[in-house]
């Protein structure tokens, strides 16, 4: 009974949503997305740091812990996107950025302009699951927030993570997950999904990415679940914490 009511609740919500729908048969979708997401991101980041300020800062207390030998900490942010992150980054450290889309690089100037306590070394067109541009164990850090909901594959991505770490680095992740089976929020992330994945680039409402951190092969995980404080009741779930290689 559950299922059908879900399955009757996905039509509706797919009627409503049909122009999209019918872009991306067309293929035309994508190209529409990829070019008005950057902008809708920006806005968006601006809210999401002003609501998760202090779990960002809590997040990221303890990078200094992993620089490696050269004395200064070598990060690798996959999905950066706007450069929302990089203000609770550490004075003087060296980031890396790796974004599929293109699009994003124009704004990821402007906050590295805007940024001056880190040393920016470059901006890679590439997805997490595939960057060859970055050398094996040349980063002490790795960094992910709100991209293990778009990945292609996350055990990919975590093989890459794990591929440009150092020994002893460490991979920070902030991310929306799927809500308990039991709660209503669930019930909509279900019903919402299809049109949610179209709409915002790629984007799994109810990935329960936990998992596969679990048994991504790391020498230690910590690992927190929460409710974000964020006005979105449908991406309040979120895992939070840090893996070591």
């Known amino acids: 009974m559950m299922a059908l009511t879900v399955s ?56 200094q812990d992993f620089v490696g030998p050269s004395g200064k900490l070598s990060l690798l942010e996959i999905g950066c996107g706007t450069g929302a992150n990089f203000k609770f980054y550490p004075p003087g450290c ?27 070394e470059r901006f890679v067109v590439a997805a997490g699951e595939n960057m060859p541009q970055v050398a094996d164990g040349s980063m002490d850090v790795v960094v992910c927030t709100l991209v293990l909901c778009s990945v292609e594959s996350q055990e990919r991505i975590l093989q890459e993570v794990r591929r440009v770490l150092r020994p002893g680095g460490a ?39 936990w998992k596969a951190l679990e048994q991504a092969a790391f020498s230690e995980l910590k690992l927190q679940h929460f409710q974000a404080p964020l006005s979105w009741k449908l991406i309040r779930p979120h895992i939070c914490g840090y893996a070591v290689k």
């Not at 122009?19 to 980041?45: A, D, E, T, V």
């Not at 890396?96 to 920016?120: G, M, Y």
């Not at 992740?173 to 809500?179: D, I, P, Q, R, T």
Request: aromatic share 18%; with cysteine; net charge positive.
């Open 94 to 120: 060296s980031v890396t950025c790796s974004d599929p889309n293109p699009n994003f690089e124009k704004f990821l100037i402007k906050s590295v302009a805007e940024n001056r306590h880190l040393q920016f």
């Open 8 to 63: 009757i609740l996905r039509l509706l919500v797919g009627i409503l949503a049909f122009p999209m729908f019918l872009l991306n048969f067309l293929g035309l979708w994508n190209q529409i997305c990829k070019k008005w997401f950057p902008y809708f991101m920006l806005r968006c980041s601006v809210m999401y740091n002003q609501q998760m300020a202090s779990k960002k800062r809590e997040l990221f207390s303890n990078l």
């Open 171 to 209: 991979f920070y992740f902030l991310e929306h997950v799927a809500a308990e089976s039991s709660t209503w929020n669930h019930f909509w992330q279900q019903i919402l999904h299809p049109s949610w994945y179209l709409l915002f680039d790629r984007c799994h409402l109810t990935r329960e990415s």
